[in-house]
């Protein structure tokens, strides 16, 4: 299996964002890559407002929405809390059988996951569960303001004892305030320093609703491209 896993610090931080510019970024370089949600709550699949869509117009995939979102759920809540309330069942195997499929139509595959690694995911694991069971390099989504070095740290620690490869962190939003404080000047740094893992980017704030080629250019601009492509090519 090839491919990242792509998780963050807590919800609404960006991981979509980097998810869909990435695997944009990385098909316009070639690379046959496909994108993957499994579990979405707040909007359903066909929502266009919703996580699912927003990647599928951000990569440029062929997918359709229910390949790359096979299981959502209408209230915005921890995907495990949501299904309950929906009167539904899903589990860690049902997502890897979905994963497969679209393994098996690219030769890469980027997966973004539901708020933190600990978050209750499925009926029999939490995000990192599942993510052990793909087996695939983890990249964590940071905010960039105050506090932001304490929770990153203690996701990839947490995702490093539960026993994931965390190849590095991308900050996102930085700068949504003006002027620039000192504490995220720094972050960036800081979290590089304390939690020992590289930061592979850095993505300015783009706005509420970005045009995605605004998001794919500032990716490509922002994120180490070629240090991510070693982890697809080994």
């Known amino acids: 299996m090839s491919g990242l896993f792509i998780t963050a610090t807590d919800t609404e931080v960006g991981k979509t964002v980097v998810a869909g510019g990435l695997t944009a970024a990385l098909r316009r370089q070639g690379f046959d890559v496909g994108v993957y949600k ?4 707040g909007h359903l699949t066909e929502d266009p407002n919703g996580d699912a869509a927003r990647l599928l117009r951000l990569s ?8 790359i979102c096979p ?3 209408t209230e915005p809540l921890a995907p495990r809390l949501a299904m309950e309330r929906a ?5 860690t195997s049902d997502l890897l059988d979905h994963y497969r499929h679209l393994q098996s139509k690219h030769q890469h595959v980027l997966v973004e996951g539901a708020g933190g690694v600990a978050v209750p995911y499925t009926r029999d694991g939490l995000v990192v569960d599942f993510a052990k069971e793909l087996n695939l390099p983890v990249v964590v989504v940071a905010r960039p303001d105050l506090g932001t070095v304490n929770l990153t740290t203690l996701s990839v620690e947490y995702a490093r004892t539960r026993g994931l490869n965390v190849i590095g962190v991308v900050v996102n939003g930085y700068g949504k305030s003006l002027p620039v404080s000192v504490a995220e000047e720094n972050n960036p740094r800081m979290i590089s320093e304390i939690a020992q893992i590289p930061v592979l980017g850095i993505i300015p704030w783009l706005g509420n609703q970005p045009r995605e080629a605004e ?3 500032t990716v490509e601009r922002s994120i180490d491209l070629e ?5 697809l090519a080994s």
């Open 87 to 91: 009167g539904l069942s899903v589990s």
């Open 71 to 73: 299981f959502s759920f």
């Open 227 to 231: 240090r991510i492509k070693t982890y």
């Open 38 to 41: 499994p579990l979405q709550s």
């Open 60 to 67: 440029g995939v062929d997918d359709t929405l229910r390949e």
């Open 215 to 217: 998001v794919i250019a």
